[in-house]
């Protein structure tokens, strides 16, 4: 079993950067794929970025493709989300979610474990 606990999130300027962190608790973590998604008020949760459980190949949403960048340091068991260029309509809380499966997925049904959220909020 895997328990991902998120951290990092706060209140930034439209234009700004955070860095959100992802450290997954359990022996076989590293093994796998893990995926970052945000839900705003009043919309449905959606996906943002995943990376493969060797860090070798990485999907994002069209939304944050050339802005936000996922990463993993297995040694750590942590994943990290770099968001740069922040806009008000990235505003929502970011989950964090681990996946056995074979290859990375932007389907939340994929995704057996989630953390328990950290706030994004960005201002105009």
């Known amino acids: 079993q895997v328990q991902p606990v998120e951290s990092g999130g706060g209140l930034v300027q439209a234009g700004g950067s955070l860095r959100l962190s992802c450290a997954a608790s359990?022996?076989?973590?590293?093994?796998?794929?893990m995926g970052w998604f945000r839900q705003a008020p009043g919309k449905e949760r959606e996906f943002v970025a995943a990376?493969?459980?060797?860090?070798?190949?990485?999907i994002y949403a069209d939304s944050v493709k050339g802005r936000f960048t996922i990463s993993r340091d297995n040694a750590k068991n942590t994943v990290y989300m770099q968001m740069n260029s922040l806009k008000p309509e990235d505003t929502a809380v970011y989950y964090c979610?681990?996946?056995?499966?074979?290859?990375?997925?932007?389907?939340?049904?994929?995704?057996?474990?989630w953390g328990q959220g950290t706030q994004v909020t960005v201002s105009s």
């Open positions: 359990g022996r076989t973590s590293s093994s796998y794929n």
């Open positions: 990376i493969r459980w060797s860090g070798d190949r990485t």
């Open positions: 979610a681990a996946d056995r499966g074979m290859e990375v997925a932007a389907i939340p049904q994929r995704y057996e474990y």
